[in-house]
């Protein structure tokens, strides 16, 4: 079946533009992850969904970013005014569950590559 | 807080064991992972194992707990050079179940 799919794959975009970053999760999977991983770093958890609950947006880096998710499936990432400092690589996962009740894995997407001029 | 440390390199040799350890610091976790990452490619995971265990093993892989002290191995036997890629350690905790921690990952690359 289809994996987690993430669109667009590749993103130039000049500084103070705004952006946004697409994610189909695994149909059915109701838990959505974005993460960013910049050049040589590990995973930085960015937003977590669980179903129809209040997203837990612990990780955005500010107010210039937001993402939300409709109808429980599709999620979009905002990022506003961006900066040269946003160049990463977005990635975006589903799983079946909230992990912490169990081992359900992550499913991820191949990656958006953002990068500010 | 929250942190999960990983060498950045480890070359070895083709047909040898691969050995990529993994340190963290909140004592809380619940399930501890393994991740691999393919040039160009997501992330896949390739195991994990629970707070309470010390030992894991499947097929080539065979991962190690100290609680004491809060290091992760993840053994590769018999490296191959499809085993070339960049692997993540990452833990969940009881106290924010919401988020996984990654660490910054090691790449492992074969030579012949």
């Known amino acids: 079946g289809a994996g987690v799919s993430q669109s667009p794959s590749n993103k130039v975009t000049e500084k103070g533009k705004d952006v946004e970053l697409r994610c189909d999760p695994i149909?059915?999977?109701?838990?959505l992850y974005w993460y960013r991983q910049s050049l040589g770093q590990g995973l930085e958890f960015l937003i977590y969904f669980q179903g129809n609950s209040a997203p837990d947006k612990s990780g955005l880096p500010s107010d210039r970013f937001s993402a939300e998710r409709t109808g429980g499936s599709v999620s979009t990432l905002t990022i506003q005014r961006t900066q040269q400092e946003d160049s990463a690589v977005y990635l975006c996962?589903?799983?079946?569950?909230?992990?912490?009740?169990?081992?359900?894995?992550?499913?991820f997407g191949p990656g958006t590559r953002l990068t500010v001029t | 807080g929250e942190d999960v440390e990983q060498s950045l390199f480890l070359s070895v040799r083709e047909g040898d064991s691969s050995v990529i350890n993994c340190t963290y610091t909140d004592s809380s976790s619940t399930y501890l992972y393994w991740y691999k990452q393919e040039p160009g490619a997501g992330l896949q995971l390739l195991t994990y194992i629970f707070s309470n265990m010390d030992m894991k093993q499947d097929q080539r892989l065979t991962v190690l707990l100290n609680k004491k002290d809060k290091h992760l191995s993840l053994r590769i036997a018999d490296t191959q050079t499809g085993d070339s890629a960049i692997y993540f350690c990452?833990?969940?905790?009881?106290?924010?179940?919401?988020?996984?921690?990654f660490g910054s990952g090691t790449r492992l690359s074969i030579r012949p």
């Open positions: 149909s059915g999977h109701t838990a």
């Open positions: 990452a833990e969940t905790f009881y106290s924010s179940a919401s988020k996984i921690i």
């Open positions: 996962a589903s799983s079946l569950a909230y992990l912490g009740t169990g081992s359900y894995e992550q499913y």
